[in-house]
Nanobody
Framework: VQLQAFGGGLVQPGGSLKLSCTAP????????IAWFRQAPGKEREGVSY????????YYADSVKGRFTISRDNAKNTVYLQMNSLKPEDTGVYYC???????????????????WGQGTEVTVSS
């Protein structure tokens, strides 16, 4: 499974970006999907999660109310809509596919077997 994350870029504080995650040749609806990010000099952290059918979504406290995760299984794509971006949202964003996580464990990397290459988000004026 080769995940592809794209949609990053440079945006001013308060702006928006929409990231996408696809997997050509693989049906993403078999997997729960999470977005992680790694800021410069920091460890990678979980940002958001969506279950296989989209019924369950979870967010890191730092992005609640600003980010929205969604999926369109017909388009084989998972999205992360990021609004009201802050400089501290800067980092490389990765999508990951896996099984077995729940509301208390979704942010743990061990539940994700497949990872995309990352897309860079820079929030700066």
């Amino acid at each position: 499974v080769q995940l592809q994350a794209f949609g990053g870029g440079l945006v001013q504080p308060g702006g928006s970006l929409k990231l996408s995650c696809t997997a050509p040749g693989t049906s993403l609806d078999r997997y729960a999907i999470a977005w992680f990010r790694q800021a410069p000099g920091k460890e990678r952290e979980g940002v958001s999660y969506i279950s296989r059918n989209g019924d369950n979504t979870y967010y890191a406290d730092s992005v609640k109310g600003r980010f929205t995760i969604s999926r369109d299984n017909a388009k084989n794509t998972v999205y992360l809509q990021m609004n009201s971006l802050k400089p501290e949202d800067t980092g490389v964003y990765y999508c990951a596919a896996g099984f077995g996580a729940n509301g208390g464990t979704w942010y743990r990397e061990r539940y994700y077997k497949y990872w995309g290459q990352g897309t860079e988000v820079t929030v700066s004026s």
